[in-house]
């Protein structure tokens, strides 16, 4: 979480002060807990919908093996949900953005994992991920989080990728991809580095005007022992979102679909009688008709039981018996800090929620840290205003 003030000096330059606080861990980098305070002082350069950062930045992590000041250089475009409109005129002109949300499987072959330096051996190992994509009439912005399930239970990255639109029909779209990110855990890399790159070419194989089916072919590189070439497949949700009208009034919109967004940010617990760990994360709504619901979650340990890498992307889903009672159950990813090392780090869980505003989950874990686990959320719901093509 970030808390901070920005002073603007002109009509492109500004002042940021701000202070953080997160969880993580991994890589050797924290030898107990995994919280992380810290602070940031810069100068923006802002033109349009991009921004151009330079300053310091100072971190200290609960280990004590990460802390000091360091630069920060930092590039950001924004993306507008709902691009404003200078007349009532224009109302219906707006064209939709669109969007898209991924979730997907990855069975991969990778090669000189810990161990096997001289990179003979060949291994097999799957992920699990999510993406969320943005297009233009030729060229895909994605950026994707995956985790590891066997093998090196604890191993995940961050990746985005950029893509050229080959070919774009009714029912079937392709396109070539280069990757660029990070990743690493579960011993996969070793002490030699995160960095990810890669090419790649996608294929969305149309159902309807909202769902289609992806198919994927990476190969990935990094700057340690690893490398591994993999197949992705997974099923993608469309969203597009219409402009309004104006930048003082509630935006038109033509559609025939809205997207309603709950986030809830929270606190969750994992308590035995050999001692408790806590995670800051949160949920994200995907679907909902009547009393049921789907949404994904992710958790990150900060404070307990020396578990600073753990961390957790679930699955679940939810049905509301009241509007204060509702049945749970996850299924995911959860690894690191000891938890599922080089195992198998399928999780799952089944509980209880009270509450509406704010809501209090009791869960039993399957290969979790615990048995038990009590989560403190925060719903903040939203919406989005969504257009089938």
């Avoid at 002073?7 to 202070?19: F, K, N, P, Y």
Wanted: net charge positive; glycine share 14%.
């Amino acid at each position: 979480g970030h808390l901070g003030v920005q002073h603007r000096l002109s009509s492109r330059l500004s002042l940021r002060a701000e202070a953080l606080g997160s969880a993580g861990g991994g890589g050797y980098a924290q030898d107990g807990d995994g919280w992380v305070v810290g602070s940031t002082a810069s100068l923006l350069y802002a033109a349009r919908n991009q921004r151009i950062e330079a300053g310091v930045t100072y971190h200290y992590a609960s280990g004590g093996m990460i802390g000091g000041f360091s630069p920060v250089i930092g590039w950001t475009k924004s993306v507008e949900f709902l691009k404003a409109k200078s007349s009532v005129e224009h109302a219906h002109s707006g064209s939709p953005m669109p969007i898209d949300f991924c979730l997907s499987g990855q069975w991969n072959l990778g090669k000189r994992p810990f161990g096997n330096q001289d990179g003979s051996k060949v291994f097999p190992f799957f992920l699990v991920g999510s993406t969320i994509g943005f297009e233009s009439n030729r060229i895909q912005h994605r950026f994707s989080l995956n985790a590891a399930v066997d093998t090196f239970g604890g191993y995940m990255n961050v990746i985005n990728s950029m893509g050229f639109l080959m070919l774009n029909s009714k029912w079937i779209s392709l396109s070539p991809e280069v990757y660029l990110g990070a990743g690493g855990g579960g011993r996969a890399l070793f002490l030699k580095g995160g960095l990810h790159y890669g090419v790649g070419v996608v294929s969305d194989f149309n159902v309807s005007d909202l769902y289609a089916f992806r198919v994927s072919l990476q190969k990935m590189h990094t700057n340690g022992p690893w490398s591994y070439t993999g197949v992705q497949l997974g099923l993608r949700k469309k969203v597009s979102v219409l402009s309004g009208n104006s930048v003082n009034s509630r935006p038109t919109v033509i559609t025939n679909s809205t997207e309603r967004i709950i986030l809830s940010p929270g606190i969750k617990v994992h308590l035995s009688d050999l001692g408790s760990v806590l995670s800051i994360g949160g949920e994200l709504n995907l679907f909902q008709k009547q009393n049921f619901d789907v949404f994904a979650s992710t958790w990150w340990a900060a404070v307990g039981g020396n578990r600073g890498a753990y961390a957790e992307g679930l699955m679940g889903m939810r049905w509301w018996l009241s509007k204060n009672l509702a049945m749970k159950s996850s299924i995911g990813v959860g690894a690191g800090g000891g938890v599922n090392h080089l195992d198998d780090a399928t999780i799952g869980s089944l509980g209880v929620i009270f509450g509406q505003s704010t809501t209090l989950s009791l869960e039993f874990w399957r290969k979790a840290p615990t048995l038990f686990s009590a989560t403190l959320n925060v719903p903040i719901e939203f919406s989005l205003a969504g257009f089938r093509e």
